[in-house]
């Protein structure tokens, strides 16, 4: 596994951030036992408290469940879980959308443009 860590935003974020896609992209698949603090943290090469911080956070918001003596799960959740990728997949689009209209793209050019380089994309 690949954590491309930066020091322009605060580690755990980032470390949430990474986790949450793996689970969202089905790297790490619902209900399946999650990797130990201490396993996670030294692939990461972050301090275990800070992937304990990470970890904690993602339990709040469910993606994770903490089963006391046999470490932490994956929610079994899959509505859930397709919920939040639908999500995060929905913000990023805006994202491109907000992006392509500051290069002077109207809407129908937007549409357009995304319908005409779709197959190249795919292929790169």
């Not at 992209?25 to 990470?54: H, I, W």
């Not at 469910?62 to 919920?83: F, H, P, V």
């Not at 209209?101 to 050019?109: A, K």
Request: glycine fraction near 4%; include cysteine; charged fraction near 25%.
């Amino acid at each position: 596994m690949l954590w491309e860590l930066t020091n322009d935003r605060p580690l755990y974020i980032q470390l949430i951030e990474h986790i949450k896609l793996r689970i969202l992209s089905s790297e790490y698949e619902a209900g399946q036992p999650f990797p130990s603090v201490r396993e996670l943290a030294l692939n990461a090469n972050v301090n275990p408290n800070t992937m304990q911080r990470a970890l904690v956070e993602l339990e709040r918001e469910g993606l994770l469940i903490n089963e006391r003596t046999n470490g932490r799960k994956i929610t079994s959740d899959t509505s859930m879980i397709q919920a939040m990728r639908e999500e995060l997949a929905n913000a990023k689009l805006c994202q491109f959308k907000t992006e392509l209209g500051r290069l002077g793209f109207n809407c129908e050019e937007q549409l357009a443009f995304v319908t005409s380089q779709w197959d190249f994309c795919s292929t790169n």
